[in-house]
């Protein structure tokens, strides 16, 4: 167990419609990274947050969107779903800013998508 | 742009064989480097990792060499068991974020 948790576990929903991923970090962490995994595919990296601010954004769609709250949980909003967003979303945590042994990232269980 | 590739998509090895992964990365400024384990419906797991001050650390039946020169990374298992079987991912520190290679799958025959 990572200590990063995830909700839902699976979620399905039809296209068009609208979803929101949940996330809570590790205890300490302030960092959150969403990943993005399609089908036998690696980690495409979506987007970071650090302290409640975006930090770095990789190759997410303008369709979704995140934010870090107050306690440090986030959410990944992904909206107008199409049949490609189908796929396993997961969040990692980090301590960041601390020493360089803590540029770990651990992940949580996921969330898997499915748009019918 | 930054990318990391590993050698093979898939790796047949034999109950107590040692398994070893390839991996390459592009961006020789990198300087951290980790390799997940990642079983079938979970999270990655981290295994261990290297920074680029280092050629190699061991862990438990893991080894991480790294060869900067031609940018390459390996991941050794020794004495490889069933439970071993998973995608192994190694993924290199880019600017602001982990650049992910797309996994290896090792299959562990008894």
């Known amino acids: 167990d990572s200590g990063v948790t995830q909700t839902p576990k699976h979620l399905i929903t039809a296209t068009g419609q609208r979803v929101t991923l949940r996330c809570s970090p590790r205890?300490?962490?302030?960092?959150v990274y969403w990943y993005q995994q399609s089908l036998d595919q690696g980690l495409q990296f979506l987007i970071q947050y650090y302290n409640g601010e975006e930090r770095a954004k990789g190759n997410i769609l303008e369709r979704f969107s995140a934010q870090q709250f107050p306690d440090l949980h986030s959410e990944l909003n992904l909206s107008s779903l199409e049949l490609g967003d189908s796929a396993l979303y997961f969040c990692?945590?980090?301590?960041?800013?601390?020493?360089?042994?803590?540029?770990?990232?651990?992940f949580g269980p996921g969330t898997r998508l499915t748009v019918l | 742009g930054e990318s990391v590739g590993l050698h093979l998509p898939t790796l047949s090895v034999q109950e107590g064989d040692n398994s070893i992964i390839n991996c390459a990365y592009s961006?020789?400024?990198?300087?951290?480097f980790i390799w997940y384990k990642q079983e079938s419906g979970k999270g990655p797991q981290f295994i261990i990792d290297i920074r680029s001050n280092m050629d190699k650390r061991q862990g438990q039946r893991v080894t991480v060499l790294l060869n900067k020169t031609v940018k390459h990374l390996s991941l050794q298992i020794a004495a490889t068991q069933p439970g071993d079987s998973a995608v192994y991912f190694c993924?290199?520190?880019?600017?602001?974020?982990?650049?992910f290679g797309t996994g290896t799958r090792l299959l562990v025959s008894p």
């Open positions: 961006n020789s400024a990198s300087d951290y």
């Open positions: 990692a945590s980090r301590l960041a800013g601390g020493p360089p042994s803590t540029d770990t990232q651990y």
């Open positions: 993924a290199a520190k880019g600017f602001q974020k982990l650049v």
């Open positions: 205890s300490g962490d302030l960092s």
